[in-house]
């Protein structure tokens, strides 16, 4: 990673680069990250990334909304998201990740 200042925008703002690093290594096994406050105190974010035939991740698809909505639902919210992000990644030719996580 780039060894500059990260911004911080909240006191949850995470800018320790252990911290990122596990962040990143998780994204990588679970292809979902979630988010709440470390960007914009009170907005929870929920995103998976998009694979082409490949297995390259090429996009990602995501919801942001107030947690006060999605914190009740986020399991809900980020099934969906999964969902919807393998349901792209399947019409873009994906079959399987790298991960082995089938696409159903």
Do not use: C, H, W
């Not at 090429?58 to 947690?67: L, S, Y």
């Not at 914190?71 to 969902?83: N, T």
């Amino acid at each position: 990673m780039l060894k500059i200042p990260r911004p911080t925008y909240t006191t949850k703002t995470i800018t320790d680069q252990t911290v990122i690093n596990e962040r990143l290594e998780n994204i990588r096994q679970t292809k979902l990250y979630t988010e709440t406050d470390e960007t914009t105190l009170g907005v929870t974010g929920v995103g998976a990334p998009i694979f082409n035939m490949n297995g390259d991740v090429i996009a990602a698809i995501g919801a942001v909304g107030p947690t006060v909505y999605i914190e009740d639902q986020l399991d809900l919210v980020q099934e969906l998201i999964r969902e919807g992000a393998i349901e792209i990644s399947k019409k873009m030719g994906y079959t399987e990740d790298s991960m082995g996580i089938k696409a159903p």
